[in-house]
């Protein structure tokens, strides 16, 4: 794997700095200034990498990850099987240390409102790129739209339990909650 460019490096600073500042001083009382000053840069570079600092929060890496796991399922499985499937798959590639993002993430997005709220539109471009995928692999729209849309209501409800609860990890939290939708999985 090639070394992350300096871009990706700038964009991984400020989403480091923008967790820590926040988990510090709270969303609110964080200003963009304050991000861009923690991570050596100048505001206008904040905004280059990020459309508001609720994005620096919300904007997941793992996302896409999730899509192409999913597409990856093979194609005579039922769509809301492939979904969990592939989200399963997913989780399993996460290091320690995207865990450790994952839970600083929640637990802000869990306490913070207005980051809730924003997440909710942020599932929406998941759900489509979950369901793109399905029916890029035969799944018919709708079925693809109900089981991407399922498999992220399931995720959402472990994240936020798990955020209340960490004796669980992440994983046995979200494991947990695509055993509701897939129980007999292999």
Known sequence: MAPP??????????????????????FEATSVGMIAREAGVTEMTFFRHFGS??????????????AEAVGARPSDEAPLARAVRG??????????????????RVRLVARTPVLRAAAVTQNEA?????????????ADAFSAGVAAQSVLAAV????????????????????????VLDPGHV
């Open 53 to 66: 600092k609720e994005q620096a929060v919300l904007t997941d890496p793992f996302d896409p990850v999730i």
């Open 5 to 26: 460019s300096k871009r990706e490096r700038t964009r991984s600073r400020l989403s480091d700095c923008a967790l820590t500042l926040f988990e510090a001083h709270g």
């Open 156 to 179: 959402t409800a472990a994240l936020y339990a798990w955020a209340e609860d960490p004796r669980r990890t992440l994983t046995e939290s979200i494991g947990a909650a695509l055993d």
């Open 126 to 138: 998941t759900s489509a790129a979950i369901a793109d995928r399905l029916a890029a692999g035969g």
């Open 87 to 104: 989200l399963r798959a997913a989780l399993a590639e996460l290091s320690d240390e995207d865990l450790e993002t994952a839970r600083r």
